[in-house]
Each structure stands twice: as structure tokens, then as C-alpha cells.
């Protein structure tokens, strides 16, 4: 098929523009997936944000937030509460670099000391969270794992998040028959067997008043920066339509200012 306007024609051929399309599909798809990103992120920070505004909570209302199909929801909760440290468990996640220092965060398991007086007059069962500490240097070699000094009390002021596990290629724990643990994630469905109490469905990340440094943020790249990937995906995607159409076209002798499809 055959295209003139404004003085050129362009003479199209199916392979050659089903070959175009298929080059500008991949940065079309790149742009809608970062935009998306974005999206997602925003959303994120909207919720935490709106957490904050509710106020922070402890483990036992934590639960009853969190009750079946409602996991999603809490996602973001604030948390603050004086909790015991359910000793000997400390897991070091692996592969935690923080200004160009390879090292691990420190997990650990804590109940929350006013849901325990509570359990011991009324008889319920506690409850159990994880708490990511923060980050601590890697010793020595794989072999030499750090010792991460624990207080027995502390007080727990994070965030709860609930998407804290992620692609996972081999084992999760290295069970060495002692503590601590090196994981690759915080998964609590797995690290719940270590347990005797049922634990929430989610990781605390302290913000605040650690023994560790705190590095974590709940997006690492802000929602305007998916969004400038996303704008230059789209743009790279119409340029590739653009040189194909610019390398295809040729001039007429002469201009009628009129667009003539013409079929061969």
C-alpha cells in the first residue's frame, strides 16, 4: 500500500511495518510498566501516610486488622509498643549493603509485653512479630557470622508491611543447629516454625531508637522518577516510529496537499 501527503509518499509493506511495531512494542512496554511502577508506589506512600494519620497501634490490635482477606489493608500500619525479645532467634538476612559495606539486617521475633499481662489473667495465647532491626557489617569471611547484641526489652516503633518476600533461588534459611540464622528473606510462613506462637503475617521495619543502623526506606525510587522512565520509554517508542517513517518516505514532484491511499 502506498501513502502520499504534503508532498511525499510512503510506500508500506507489511514485514517492514509488522518488523517497526515489534521494536516500538518493547519501549511501549517498558513505558506502561514504569508507569505503573510508579503508580504502585504512589499508592504505597499514600497508605502509609494515611496509617500515620490513624496512629500507631500494638500487636493485638495489629490482628484484628489484620483478620482473613484483609492482609492487603494493613500494609503500611503504624506500629508502637513495649515488646520482649523471644530469645535465642536472630535471623541475618544476607546480601545488605549499605555504603558500599556488604553486611546483613537483624531480625528477630518479639511479643508485645502488654498483650503477655494480658494473656496471663485471660488465658488467650500471644501473639508474635518479626522485627527488622536494622543493618549490621558482615565479619570475616561467609563463615564468620556477627553477633548482634540484643536488649531482652525494647520498644518497637516501626512499620508493618506485608509484600516482604521476593524471587527465590535455593534455600531460604541456613540452619546451622545454632543462632543466629542466615536467610536470604524474611519470610514469616517459614521462619513461623521456629515458633511456639502465632505470628503475624508481616516484617516490622524500625524507624526508630535501634541498637543497628536503620536504612530502610518503603521505596527506594519515587514515584516521579518511574514516571521520567516512563515519559522516556514512550518517547524512544514514537522515535522508532518516527526514523522508520522519516527513512521510508520520498518526495513527489509535485504537492497537492491531499492524502491518496493507493492500493497495489
Not at 501473639?127 to 518497637?156: C, F, K
Amino acid at each position: 500500500m502506498k501513502i502520499s501527503a504534503f508532498g511525499h509518499c510512503w510506500v508500506l509493506r507489511w514485514p517492514w511495518v509488522l518488523a517497526v511495531l515489534a521494536v516500538a512494542a518493547v519501549p511501549a512496554g517498558l513505558s506502561v510498566w514504569q508507569w505503573q511502577r510508579g503508580e504502585d508506589k504512589a499508592a504505597t506512600l499514600a497508605r502509609i501516610a494515611a496509617w500515620e494519620r490513624e496512629g500507631a497501634v500494638g500487636l493485638a490490635r495489629l490482628a484484628e486488622l489484620a483478620a482473613p482477606g484483609r492482609l492487603a489493608i494493613v500494609d503500611g500500619v503504624q506500629l508502637d509498643f513495649e515488646a520482649r525479645w523471644i530469645a535465642p532467634m536472630i535471623w541475618l538476612v544476607d546480601n545488605r549493603i549499605v555504603d558500599r559495606q556488604p553486611g546483613y539486617d537483624v531480625v528477630i521475633a518479639v511479643e508485645d509485653l502488654a498483650e503477655l499481662r494480658a494473656a496471663g489473667s485471660s488465658g488467650a495465647a500471644p501473639r508474635a512479630a518479626l522485627v527488622n532491626l536494622g543493618w549490621i557489617a558482615a565479619e570475616g569471611g561467609r563463615d564468620a557470622l556477627p553477633l548482634p547484641a540484643i536488649p531482652p526489652r525494647l520498644r518497637v516503633q516501626g512499620v508493618f508491611r506485608t509484600e516482604v518476600t521476593g524471587l527465590l533461588l535455593g534455600a531460604n534459611v541456613e540452619d546451622q543447629g545454632r543462632w543466629p540464622m542466615r536467610i536470604q528473606q524474611a519470610d514469616p510462613a517459614q521462619l513461623a516454625a521456629w515458633l511456639a506462637v502465632p505470628l503475624a503475617p508481616g516484617l516490622i521495619y524500625q524507624r526508630q531508637a535501634s541498637p543497628f543502623h536503620i536504612h530502610y526506606r518503603p521505596v527506594v525510587l519515587p514515584p516521579e522518577r518511574h514516571r521520567g522512565y516512563a515519559l522516556q520509554w514512550g518517547l524512544i517508542a514514537l522515535a522508532v516510529v518516527g526514523v522508520a517513517l522519516a527513512a521510508s518516505a520520498r518526495r513527489l514532484p509535485a504537492t497537492t496537499g491531499k492524502i491518496i491511499h493507493e492500493q497495489p
